[in-house]
Each structure stands twice: as C-alpha cells, then as structure tokens.
C-alpha cells in the first residue's frame, strides 16, 4: 500500500536548522510531483513547497523562499526539506504529500496521497 514516513522534526530554538525527509513506497516516485504542506493548530494547512518530477522546477510559499529548500532523491524514494532560520511562526505539524501532475498545487484537495507528519517546534 502507498505509505508516505516524515521524519527529521524536533523542538529547536529560533534560527536553527532542521532538515526533514519523507520516506515512501508503494507508488512510482519518480513519475510524482511531491509536495510539503504544514498545520499548525487551529489553522488551515497550508502549503510550503513542491518539486517535479526529475526536480526540473520547484515552487515555494512566498514568504518561505530563501529560508526553506525542497529536495528530492528518486533512487531512494524521498523528499526532504531543508528549513534555515527557523522562526517561532514555523511552528506547526510539516506533511509531505503526492500528486500525479502539477495544477493547484496550494489547493490541499488536489494532493492524491499523504503523510502522518512530523512536529516542528520553534521556541523564542
């Protein structure tokens, strides 16, 4: 069956790092544009990044890019995060997700598979 693993989260202090990844079997990968999303509580889950196929091209939250680098490595079927200057406001629950082609790609609806997601806590 698809399953999607988040890994990497962690309490940290503002302006550290943490890099998550997202480990996934059951679906063919490589032909998958993959995806993070984050929540934080009482919040809409929102999106945070993406990547194609044979990471040709990457979309990232406005106020993210610069701070936030999406990854992928198709021999072993994860995508990673890598998160810089960590505010407070990063706080949240970060889920990866996929999805056969582009379109939407804010639009939580449009994402074919997802993961549990890993918690990330940014203290002041």
């Known amino acids: 069956q698809v399953q999607l693993v988040e890994s990497g989260g962690g309490l940290v202090q503002a302006g550290e790092s943490l890099r998550l990844s997202c480990t996934t079997s059951g679906f063919a990968f490589s032909d998958y544009v993959m995806g993070w999303f984050r929540q934080a509580p009482g919040k809409e889950r929102e999106f945070v990044s993406a990547?194609?196929?044979?990471?040709?091209?990457?979309f990232y939250e406005g106020s993210l890019k610069g701070r936030f680098t999406i990854s992928r490595d198709n021999n072993k079927n994860t995508v990673f995060l890598e998160m810089n200057s960590l505010r407070p406001e990063d706080t949240a629950v970060y889920l990866c997700?996929?999805?056969?082609?582009?379109?939407?790609?804010?639009?939580?609806?449009?994402?074919?598979?997802w993961g549990q997601g890993t918690q990330v806590t940014v203290s002041s």
């Open positions: 997700a996929a999805r056969p082609g582009l379109g939407e790609l804010v639009a939580v609806r449009t994402w074919s598979y």
């Open positions: 990547i194609t196929w044979s990471s040709g091209s990457t």
